[in-house]
T-cell receptor, first 114, second 115 residues
Framework: EPEVTQTPSHQVTQMGQEVILRCVPI?????FYWYRQILGQKVEFLVSFYNNEISEKSEIFDDQFSVERPDGSNFTLKIRSTKLEDSAMYFCASSERGSLDEQFFGPGTRLTVL | KNQVEQSPQSLIILEGKNCTLQCNYTVSPFSNLRWYKQDTGRGPVSLTI?????NTKSNGRYTATLDADTKQSSLHITASQLSDSASYICVVSAWTTSGTYKYIFGTGTRLKVLA
């Protein structure tokens, strides 16, 4: 069964460093999402992406964040200068047709900022 | 303010028993409501998606209800199994002025099923 994959599973970085989290959505899906979950807290929507551009972003998704689909398969989230409070689990998700469609989540990347 | 509140925060039941989880929301304009199951350390898995016009939707032993007038939803789990132990998350999608969607997550109900 097709699934969303994410790499790495765990990333440790120093405060102020740039990180790139990678996701491979399900191949025929057209809508892509990033979410984060700070330990012990609820999942939060970051951004949705369709047709090579951002569809919607939350207040969390400030200028420190960017997303890209560099090729036909990868979908990346870049954090330019990480802060301690960026430590969280980051989930990528994809769906075939948009908001009314089921979103399939990846296993997540745990980001630890020291 | 768009909010999704879930209750109870946590629940312990015996295997084979039924349970019902609650979700109240103040999201507007409403697009759809989803229930997810999230195992510890894993990504959420979709259980049901309901639009404004749907009152109930089932997925195996999971049945979700939606009352759009009172802005309440419930998730009923029948004949619980040990593998049902997880967090159950209610997510409401809201339309935005640009015609896209935002997703507002509840804090979840942590369910533990005991043998």
């Amino acid at each position: 069964e097709p699934e969303v994959t994410q790499t790495p599973s765990h990333q440790v970085t120093q405060m102020g460093q740039e990180v790139i989290l990678r996701c491979v959505p399900i191949s025929n899906h057209l809508y892509f999402y990033w979410y984060r979950q700070i330990l012990g807290q609820k999942v939060e929507f970051l951004v949705s992406f369709y047709n090579n551009e951002i569809s919607e972003k939350s207040e969390i998704f400030d200028d420190q964040f960017s997303v890209e689909r560099p090729d036909g398969s990868n979908f990346t989230l870049k954090i330019r200068s990480t802060k301690l409070e960026d430590s969280a689990m980051y989930f990528c998700a994809s769906s075939e047709r948009g908001s009314l469609d089921e979103q399939f989540f990846g296993p997540g990347t745990r980001l630890t900022v020291l | 303010k768009n909010q999704v509140e879930q209750s109870p925060q946590s629940l312990i039941i015996l295997e084979g028993k039924n349970c019902t989880l609650q979700c109240n929301y103040t999201v507007s304009p409403f697009s759809n409501l989803r229930w997810y199951k999230q195992d510890t350390g894993r990504g959420p898995v979709s259980l049901t998606i309901m639009t404004f016009s749907e009152n109930t939707k089932s997925n195996g032993r999971y049945t979700a209800t939606l009352d759009a007038d009172t802005k309440q939803s419930s998730l009923h789990i029948t004949a619980s199994q040990l593998s049902d132990s997880a967090s159950y998350i209610c997510v409401v999608s809201a339309w935005t002025t640009s015609g896209t969607y935002k997703y507002i997550f509840g804090t979840g109900t942590r369910l533990k099923v005991l043998a």
